[in-house]
């Protein structure tokens, strides 16, 4: 792509507003060295030098959409407690807006805890609710987006499922249905539990094991054509627009129902995968909200997955370093 190109596409995302819906959390590092085991048990003692607490989650994928331009409005639901407070000082921090930030008594904060030695993952540990949000908060989440999509411009809308119970299915039908006599786009980042209530969608972007999972077929990740075969039935079933499924170090597959696309990933040296989904819904909802074509999203989408994978823990894609390698890119 030429520079004129790429900076027309940069261009149109700062001008976009976005919502995006789901479950966020901390993500709490434990940075440290191991040099010896435990007399206790055949563990590595971790020395730590470091504690580190980043967005997760929704919140990452938020932070994502604000590196490259746009404009977030996250939605969802956090625990009166220590960690709940952190996640929306965090917030503050990072310049991203509370108001759709809700505090449920019952309900904890989601956290992952990974503990890291020589810029390697040695274990995490979640604290999480899983059920879904009472009738109440789902309710008061309800009524705050749909104030927003009224008063509001929405370019897309972001469902980011993490299985963790900020999305109900009414919640789903009910501001799904809002976008769409709206004509607002809307795309999925989904998960096992509410898989098939995901119907009427503008971009469905499972990754290969989700989609596995999600139709409950054994599928080779190798094996394009029975991947194609059964996303094109899925895609009928549920009335998807496009259907994006990232098979990891493969590259990706795109199939709007009436031509398929596949694109092998661009190279890279891994260090850790932690969050790569969340950039490419990032990356990939915007492309689709800009009208971009799936060349092109599989382009953007794989360059900014890979350049995350580069870093160790969840971090937002480097918008300047993504603009670099797409002038770059030959695909």
């Not at 900076?7 to 966020?24: K, P, T």
């Not at 274990?123 to 899983?130: I, M």
Request: glycine letters at 6%.
């Amino acid at each position: 792509m030429n520079s004129k190109d790429v900076n027309q596409i940069f261009e149109q995302f700062s001008r976009m507003r976005v919502l995006v819906i789901g479950d966020a959390m901390l993500d709490t590092y434990l940075w440290g060295k191991v040099e010896r085991l435990s007399p206790e048990a055949p563990v590595p003692i971790v020395s730590v030098t470091r504690r580190e607490n980043r967005l997760g989650g929704a919140a990452n994928v938020s932070r994502n959409i604000q590196a490259l331009g746009a404009t977030p409005i996250l939605f969802s639901v956090v625990g009166d407690d220590d960690n709940g407070k952190e996640f929306e000082s965090l917030l503050v921090k990072r310049e991203l807006s509370n108001k759709g930030i809700f505090v449920d008594t019952s309900r904890s904060t989601t956290v992952k805890n990974r503990i890291i030695s020589s810029g390697k993952q040695i274990v995490r540990v979640d604290e999480e609710s899983t059920s879904y949000i009472s009738k109440e908060m789902e309710q008061k989440l309800i009524s705050a987006i749909l104030q927003e999509i009224e008063e509001n411009k929405i370019d897309v809308i972001v469902f980011v499922d993490y299985d963790k119970g900020i999305i109900t299915p009414n919640l789903f039908e009910t501001v799904n249905k809002a976008a769409i006599e709206k004509n607002i786009p809307t795309a999925v980042d989904p998960k096992r539990r509410n898989f098939w209530n995901y119907k009427n969608v503008s971009l469905f972007k499972p990754n290969f094991k989700e989609f596995v999972e999600g139709i409950g077929q054994p599928i080779a990740k190798d094996d394009l054509e029975t991947i194609k075969m059964h996303a094109d039935s899925f895609k009928q079933q549920q009335n998807l627009k496009l259907i994006f499924i990232t098979l990891s170090e493969l590259g990706v597959f795109i199939s709007n129902g009436v031509k398929e696309q596949y694109y092998p990933v661009v190279i890279r040296d891994i260090a850790d995968v932690s969050g790569a989904g969340d950039t490419v819904i990032g990356v990939a909802s915007l492309a689709m909200a800009a009208g971009l074509s799936p060349k092109v999203m599989a382009l953007m989408s794989n360059l900014a997955g890979g350049l995350v994978c580069e870093k160790v823990g969840v971090v937002p894609v480097d918008s300047e370093q993504l603009r670099k390698e797409m002038k770059s890119a030959k695909y």
